[in-house]
């Protein structure tokens, strides 16, 4: 499974970067107004750390917004990858950049049929939208493990980024059911190399080592 790193925060991309966990990098404009940077400026900066896919994510609704957003990201970096929100414009966007051989992700996937609508019209990465499932009540991995079932059964092109990650354990369960891709947020990559047990047992290792010095 890969790992990508969902933030436009160039300190957490070093941090992060820097444990050999990184696979790529995504942004949306939340992600981008919290940084408070032009977006070609912090898109550039974080294409001189990542060398894996950067997603960028389009802010036009009308198709032809979207082609032309798109045509000019790509010109910041060879790893840019486009994000189109699962929309009818979105799908026709994707496959008229598809066919252009520009990498689509599509974005706020929140059902199966979105999904196998995006995979059916070019895109190179499907990225749903678990936690916000479950925010209204619904089984986000739900969602999850009824397209890793129906890739076991046909050749889809399209990889599946776990998105919209709260806890650890999202991560883990998107693993177990065989997923391609989970972007996760800072925060939780920070939880996951956490542990009690470990600052415990490392405490006892150094005091351990102090007695015996000691003596």
Same mark, same amino acid.
């Given at each position: ?8 925060? %160039?300190?957490?991309? /070093?941090?992060? $970067? ?20 032009? %977006? &070609?400026?912090?898109?550039? &900066? ?6 894996? +896919?950067?997603? !960028? ?15 000019? @990201?790509?010109?910041?970096?060879? /790893? *840019?990858?486009?994000? %189109? ?14 066919? &252009?051989?520009?990498? !689509? ?22 990225? +749903? ?20 079932? *129906? @890739? ?9 980024? !776990?998105?919209? *990650?709260?806890?650890?354990? $999202? ?13 996760? +947020?800072?925060? !939780? %990559?920070?939880?996951?190399?956490? $542990? +009690? ?5 490392? &405490? ?10 000691? /003596?």
């Amino acid at each position: 499974m890969q790992f990508f790193l969902d933030t436009a925060n %160039l300190d957490a991309i /070093n941090k992060y $970067h820097s444990w050999g966990v990184v696979n790529g990098v995504t942004t949306n404009p939340s992600l981008i107004a919290k940084e408070g940077a032009s %977006l &070609e400026k912090r898109i550039k &900066e974080i294409a001189k750390i990542i060398k894996g +896919p950067i997603s !960028v994510e389009v802010i036009s609704t009308d198709l032809q917004g979207m082609l032309n957003e798109a045509r000019t @990201y790509t010109t910041w970096g060879s /790893n *840019i990858v486009i994000k %189109l929100p699962t929309s009818e414009n979105g799908l026709k966007a994707c496959y008229d950049l598809s066919d &252009e051989g520009i990498n !689509v992700n599509m974005t706020l996937v929140f059902s199966t049929a979105q999904a196998l609508l995006a995979a059916k019209a070019g895109a190179k990465l499907i990225s +749903p939208f678990i936690g916000r499932l479950d925010d209204i009540g619904e089984d986000g991995m739900a969602l999850i493990a009824e397209l890793m079932e *129906i @890739y076991e059964h046909y050749d889809l092109k399209a990889k599946i980024v !776990v998105a919209s *990650i709260r806890h650890p354990r $999202h991560v883990v369960e998107a693993a177990m059911l065989g997923a391609h891709i989970a972007t996760i +947020p800072p925060e !939780v %990559l920070e939880k996951m190399i956490k $542990h +009690p047990m470990t600052d415990i047992g490392i &405490e006892s290792f150094l005091r351990d080592w102090e007695k015996a010095r000691g /003596n």
